[in-house]
């Protein structure tokens, strides 16, 4: 936004949703709509209304909540979780993306779509093992429609995060420290600033950087590519 963006911003919670748009308005033009991504009605009406509210929408930014079980080890997942993981993390963004590359084609526009994920997809945490699994797919998804429909100026990428410092993470880590009968703080230490060198979290404006990169044309020759912001968490390299 901060770019000159005009950006609708969706969630299912209201009252998230209602501070996110007291939040971002100072920096310029934010809509929101409110959304259940477990509905398909919603999703569909968020799609149709942001075409309304902006006239046209040039890209999408894919951002999920946590499962709600999370974390959780493999052995504790139910049924249930398993629906709920899919839906959330490959369901939602698949048919988001459908539907937009739907109204892209028919109306000859170019589009992006940005996925925003996580690099435990490449060196799995085992209490996120049911987002890890169904995020993975999301990796898949930018490359196919970019080999898809590339040819068309519609492009999609892949982002893996590291740690950032979200009200999400904390609780997550929050919940592992009871599950392991020690300090918050200790935790945290161990799990996120002491797993990069810089020991550090990610900062939100290296992120915005990075995805108005993404989205700008300069990016194109890399559309279907996967990067990495995670402050050299991970151990593996590809090749």
């Known amino acids: 936004m901060k770019r000159n963006a005009r950006v609708v911003i969706s969630s299912q919670n209201e009252e998230n949703l209602k501070r996110a748009l007291e939040t971002l308005s100072e920096y310029g033009e934010v809509h929101a709509v409110r ?3 477990f509905d398909q009605r919603d999703l569909e009406k968020l799609v149709k209304e942001g075409w309304e509210l902006l006239g046209s929408i040039d890209a999408l930014v894919w951002n999920a909540p946590n499962v709600r079980c999370e974390p ?15 839906a959330l993390h490959t369901v939602a963004p698949g048919y988001l993306t459908t539907l937009l590359v739907q109204a892209w084609l028919e109306r000859k ?26 995020r993975a797919g999301l990796v898949q998804l ?52 002491g797993r990069t060198p810089l020991h550090r979290t990610g900062r939100w404006e290296e992120l915005g950087s990075l995805v108005a990169f993404l989205l700008s044309e300069e990016a194109e020759y890399m559309l279907g590519s996967t990067a990495i912001i995670d402050g050299a968490m991970t151990r593996g390299i590809d090749i």
């Open 35 to 37: 959304a259940n991504l």
């Open 72 to 86: 959780c080890l493999l052995h504790e997942a139910t049924y249930i979780d398993w629906i709920e993981a899919s």
């Open 109 to 134: 526009r170019k589009g992006t779509v940005i996925y925003l994920n996580s690099v435990s997809i490449k060196e799995p945490m085992p209490p996120l093992v049911l987002a890890d699994v169904t």
């Open 142 to 193: 930018a490359k196919s429609v970019s080999r898809t429909y590339g040819k068309h100026g519609i492009r999609a990428y892949s982002v893996l995060l590291g740690s950032f410092d979200t009200p999400g993470a904390r609780e997550n880590l929050r919940r592992v420290a009871e599950a392991r009968g020690e300090p918050f703080e200790e935790t945290w230490e161990r799990e996120v600033l």
